[in-house]
């Protein structure tokens, strides 16, 4: 059974950090492109990060310098480490994982940036 299970979210101040980190089974996590993905209230779900199979990483313009993904292969798991949190940055955080036409998504976690 496939699983991706993200845990990290939380409340946090603006200019605080979180760790969100994505738990990946049931599939050959070291070959799929992994990404991070937030939706705010009432926008689209957009692209935050990604991180290929090999480590090449890219970012959103709005989190690049204070956002970076990381992958764990042999604990299958995807982190997202974000600094400088703003309270733009306020949304449910989801992983992705892609590998040719496989695509999973995880279930989310409340990411809330408040004073």
């Known amino acids: 059974q496939v699983q991706l299970v993200e845990s990290g979210g939380g409340l946090v101040q603006p200019g605080g950090s979180l760790r969100l980190s994505c738990a990946a089974s049931g599939f050959a996590f070291g070959t799929y492109t992994m990404y991070w993905y937030r939706q705010a209230p009432g926008k689209e779900r957009e692209l935050v990060a990604a991180?290929?199979?090999?480590?090449?990483?890219n970012y959103a313009d709005s989190v690049k310098g204070r956002f970076t993904i990381s992958r764990d292969n042999a604990k299958n798991t995807v982190y997202l480490q974000m600094n400088s949190l703003e309270p733009e940055d306020t949304a449910v955080y989801y992983c992705r994982g892609v590998y040719s036409s496989s695509n999973y998504w995880g279930q989310g976690t409340q990411v809330t940036v408040s004073s």
């Open positions: 991180i290929g199979s090999r480590g090449s990483t």
